[in-house]
């Protein structure tokens, strides 16, 4: 196979590792027998890049299945929070929202003590 661009090495939840590698959509094309052994039988993913720029990624089936279901989940989510906070006019939102972000900046930053 021809060498692909990088290898980013992880961990999953059980400290085994797994490997996100980088290749081009022409090598991806050349090698996709290996791509899709290595994504089937060590779990790594494969992230396509045409023209420099990430496209599309080949990821193992169970970890898509846990993608779909985490989006339902947000988006179920979401729009409980859109519901709850539909009575509120967006002006009084972006203030408390602006006025949440100051409080947490200024309680991060160091204090100068004279």
Known sequence: MATPSCHYDHYDQYGLAFMI???????????????????????????????????????????????????????????RLAEAYAPIPVEDGLAEIDRLVGDERAARRPSRKG
């Open 21 to 79: 590698t980088e290749t081009n959509a022409v090598t991806f094309r050349q090698n996709l027998g290996e791509m899709l052994n290595r994504v089937q039988y060590r779990q790594d993913s494969i992230v396509i890049n045409k023209d420099g720029k990430p496209v599309a990624a080949l990821i193992d089936a169970r970890l898509f299945g846990r993608i779909r279901r985490l989006q339902e989940r947000f988006e179920e989510l979401s729009a």
